[in-house]
């Protein structure tokens, strides 16, 4: 099945650029791009896109207001935040938006088409040791929780003792993989839980999950 990508970016090469990257792979297409957010998403209800390359600094509107109206029309959009520095201080703000992960802007084709392949698959583009930092720092700049202690209480309090351990350990950067050998179980096992994680929560994908796990102060910045 061909992956249709839209391009959201100010500038041109940029766009252009990763047009012929992502079109010179056999399962990637580009059906559409945008010059700024408030485009994007007009563009996304037009085309319906499978994944989003979303710059997070563009003028009418940026890259975070864009992802939060396109996550909040219910489509299938994946979002991708594109970014030229890793630890860019409004990319944890697009996580919180929506976005399924984030992008170097200086990314080699390979890494572009992987990245695109990976959250239209419905993952989160964060490497374990991405997570670990981006997560960590970012949650420090969040001046209070977003959620609070009733809702906290409600929410993960549904989950059991075990589906709150993959939780952890999910915002901890840890691959399904990697979470079925640190509790000594099988990947499908652990396959499962992360999906009742989500669909108990309202989470669409682990990035979300993580961010939850973070801003609920399941697992604190250290």
Known sequence: MTIRVL?????????????VLLNAMPDIE??????NGREAVRRVRELAPDVVLMDIRMPEMNGIE???EIIAS?????????????LDEYVYQALRAGASGFLLKD?????????????????ALLAPTVTRRLITEFSKLAETPRLSATVQAQ???ELTERETEV???????????????RLVVAEST????????LVKLGLRDRTQAAVFAYEARLVTPG
Not at 7 to 19: K, L, T
Not at 30 to 35: D, F, P
């Open 7 to 19: 391009i959201a970016d100010d500038q041109m090469m940029v766009r252009e650029g990763f047009s």
């Open 74 to 86: 219910d489509g299938e959009s994946k979002v991708l935040v594109l970014t030229t520095f890793d």
């Open 66 to 68: 864009a992802t939060r």
């Open 30 to 35: 580009v059906v559409g791009e945008a010059v």
């Open 107 to 123: 990314a080699s084709a390979r890494q572009l088409a992987d990245g695109v392949k990976v959250v239209a698959s419905g993952e």
């Open 167 to 181: 939780l952890v350990l999910i915002a901890q950067g840890l691959s399904n993989a990697e979470i079925a050998s």
């Open 190 to 197: 652990i396959k499962t839980h992360v999906s009742r994680v």
């Open 155 to 157: 929410q993960y309090g």
